[in-house]
């Protein structure tokens, strides 16, 4: 059974950083492309970052290019989401995501085969 899970949200001011990490257990963790998504209040989940399962390729929302970086840390079995200068409109609850048996990940939600159960980020204006 895959097990995935997030730590390291919290609440910072506005301008400030965090940094999200994801631990996956089960099987071996370079098997998974990983994404992070996020879902505010009264809306849908969206995309944030994905990166590949080697690391060597990523892909950002455009809403948060430049401000957050994905990495991993295959040795262990740990994906990061590195952010900064945060903005309120980044509150949200962050989602990991693992996407098997592909080298890439994806954009869209439903290409993701397991899930954590998510870490609130709340930025204070």
């Known amino acids: 059974q895959v097990q995935v899970v997030e730590s390291g949200g919290g609440l910072v001011q506005a301008g400030g950083s965090l940094r999200l990490s994801c631990t996956v257990s089960?099987?071996?963790?370079?098997?998974?492309?990983m994404g992070w998504f996020r879902q505010a209040p009264g809306k849908e989940r969206e995309f944030v970052a994905t990166?590949?399962?080697?690391?060597?390729?990523?892909n950002y929302a455009h809403s948060v290019k430049g401000r957050f970086t994905i990495s991993r840390d295959n040795a262990k079995s740990t994906v990061y989401l590195q952010m900064n200068s945060l903005k309120p409109e980044d509150t949200a609850v962050y989602y990991c995501?693992?996407?098997?048996?592909?080298?890439?990940?994806?954009?869209?939600?439903?290409?993701?085969?397991?899930w954590g159960q998510g870490t609130q980020v709340s930025v204070s204006s």
């Open positions: 990166i590949s399962r080697t690391g060597s390729s990523t």
């Open positions: 995501a693992a996407r098997g048996t592909v080298l890439n990940g994806a954009r869209s939600q439903y290409e993701y085969d397991f």
């Open positions: 089960g099987r071996a963790f370079d098997r998974y492309a």
